[in-house]
């Protein structure tokens, strides 16, 4: 079993609908929580994280932690066809001093918002 | 823009070659992260330098290793490739001194092709 699992999609969209994209986790270690948007042939690029549980809104994103049930979710608002790219869940536990240094990702969801 | 620049952008090469990727970390960032994503793995953690020294080490193979130089740009060199080392490389570096790979930003990548 992976450590992170992702539901591959592909999603596709009406313009304007909201998103919902999940990821379930095994490991009880990992505290940070990331979602990436990745273009195709471009570096992943960071779009929020979380510590711990909780909720954290950034414009139209909307992330959401649930420890307890070893679940995330990003939420997209009034989605856009620039959303349009592949979406990347990442887990890190803390190590010594407070610090991360390698992150576990899951498999990615492609998203395809249709004008 | 990350401002973390990985050259070359595409490498092909014949197996059982040797091949040297470099990475540039943004500026004030003493962390380097190496990450290889293929179609069947996805994305995941090789190897984190910190200002010079290895701080952690992932699923890297035996034929892999990588470099910290003293002006902080990292170089993985990776040897006797196989077609199954046929993936995109990417390069991420953590902001400040600090190694917080939650916070970290990915270059473009380089794309290799074995052949």
């Known amino acids: 079993q992976k450590e992170v699992e992702q539901d591959p999609g592909p999603l596709s969209v009406p313009e304007g609908a909201i998103v919902s994209l999940n990821c379930t986790y095994s490991?009880?270690?990992?505290?940070?929580f990331m979602w990436y948007r990745q273009y195709s042939r471009k570096g992943p690029e960071l779009l929020m994280y979380?510590?711990?549980?909780g909720n954290k809104e950034d414009g139209r994103f909307t992330a959401q932690v649930d420890k307890s049930s070893k679940y995330i979710s990003l939420f997209i608002r009034d989605s856009q066809p620039s959303d349009s790219a592949t979406y990347l869940c990442?887990?890190?536990?803390?190590?010594?001093?407070?610090?991360?240094?390698?992150?576990?990702f899951g498999t990615g969801t492609l998203l395809a918002v249709q004008p | 823009d990350s401002g973390v620049t990985q050259t070359p952008k595409h490498l092909i090469t014949a197996t059982g070659q040797r091949v040297t990727l470099r990475c540039s970390p943004r500026s004030g960032d003493l962390s380097v992260y190496w990450y290889q994503q293929s179609l069947d793995q996805g994305l995941q953690f090789l190897i984190q330098?910190?200002?010079?020294?290895?701080?952690a080490k992932g699923n890297i193979l035996e034929r892999f290793s990588a470099q910290q130089f003293p002006d902080l740009h990292s170089e993985l060199n990776l040897s006797s490739l196989e077609l199954g080392d046929s993936a995109l490389y990417f390069c991420a570096s953590s902001v400040g001194g600090s190694d917080r790979a939650h916070e970290a930003f990915f270059g473009q990548g380089t794309r290799l092709t074995v052949v």
């Open positions: 330098y910190y200002n010079g020294e290895e701080r």
């Open positions: 979380t510590y711990s549980s």
């Open positions: 490991n009880s270690a990992f505290q940070y």
């Open positions: 990442a887990m890190s536990a803390l190590w010594y001093g407070g610090a991360t240094n390698k992150l576990i």
